[in-house]
C-alpha cells in the first residue's frame, strides 16, 4: 500500500504543562499502546533529545520552551507503521502525519488542529494573515493625501510619523511574539501571562489609530 502522508503550517500557541501533557494524550489516542515518543528540544545553543518519559525527568530542561519537535512513532501493525511529526519554535511550526491509512491520517490532522487551536491566538493570526495588506493600504492613503497638504513641513511630520507608526507596529509584533511557546514547568499559566501578547497588541494598536486620527485631524482638517 502507497504511504499517505499530509503537512500543514500551523499558528502560535501558548501552552502550559497541564495542555503540554494533554496535547500528548491527543498525540497518542487511536495508536498502538506500544508506541515511542522523541523530543528535540533546543534552548539557545543546548539541544536535548529525550525519549518518552525521560523528558519529565530531566530538571536541564528550562521552564519556558519555545522551540520543539515531537515524533511520535508506532512500531508497524498489521495496517503498516504511523507517525506524526510536530514541530513547535519561534520561526515556523508544521505538523505531518503520515500513514497508509489517508482516512486516519485526515482525521488525526483534524484532531490535533481542533485540539491546539483552544490555545492559538487569534491576533498572531489575523496580524499574520490581513498585516501586509492594512500596512499597504495605510501607504497608498499617505501617498493620497499628501498632496492636499500644501505645507512641505507638514508633509514631511506626517510621513515621518506614519513609517514610524508602521515600524513600531512590526517590532512591537516581533519583540512581543514567539512563534509558540511551552511552560514546561508551569502547572496552570496565569491568563494575563498567556495572552499578555494580544492585550499588548490590542493596546498598541489602539493607540496607533488615536494617533492616525490626531494626525489627520491636525493636518488635513478631518473632523
Known amino acids: 500500500m502507497a504511504l499517505y502522508q499530509k503537512t500543514i503550517n500551523l499558528g ?10 494533554n496535547l500528548l494524550n491527543v498525540l497518542k ?13 533546543k534552548d539557545g545553543e543546548k539541544t536535548y ?5 525521560e ?4 530538571e536541564r530542561i528550562p521552564n519556558k520552551i519555545v522551540e520543539i519537535t515531537i515524533s511520535l512513532n508506532e512500531p508497524i501493525a498489521n495496517v503498516g507503521d504511523k507517525v506524526i511529526y510536530l514541530s513547535l519554535g519561534k520561526s515556523q511550526s508544521t505538523l505531518t502525519v503520515w500513514s497508509q491509512d489517508s482516512l486516519w491520517v485526515e482525521g488525526k490532522c483534524r484532531e490535533l488542529l481542533d485540539y491546539l487551536e483552544r490555545y492559538a491566538s487569534k491576533w498572531h493570526y489575523y496580524y499574520g494573515k490581513y498585516g501586509l495588506w492594512v500596512n499597504s493600504f495605510v501607504f497608498f492613503a499617505l501617498l493620497v493625501v499628501l ?13 515621518c510619523a506614519t513609517f514610524i507608526l508602521l515600524f513600531l507596529l512590526l517590532g512591537m509584533y516581533n519583540l512581543v511574539y514567539e512563534k509558540s511557546a511551552i511552560h514546561f514547568r508551569t502547572k496552570r499559566l496565569n491568563p494575563m501571562k498567556k495572552y ?12 496607533v489609530l488615536i494617533i492616525i486620527a490626531f494626525l489627520m485631524r491636525r493636518y488635513l482638517g478631518v473632523q
Open 12 to 21: 502560535c500557541y501558548k501552552l502550559d504543562n497541564t495542555d503540554f501533557m
Open 29 to 41: 489516542q487511536g495508536i498502538n499502546p506500544v508506541v515511542i515518543f522523541a523530543f528535540t528540544i
Open 49 to 53: 533529545y529525550k525519549i518518552g518519559d
Open 55 to 58: 523528558l519529565l525527568k530531566d
Open 147 to 159: 498632496p492636499a497638504i500644501h505645507s512641505i513641513m507638514k508633509r514631511l511630520i506626517l510621513t
Open 196 to 207: 499578555f501578547g494580544d492585550i499588548t497588541a490590542t493596546v498598541v494598536s489602539g493607540i
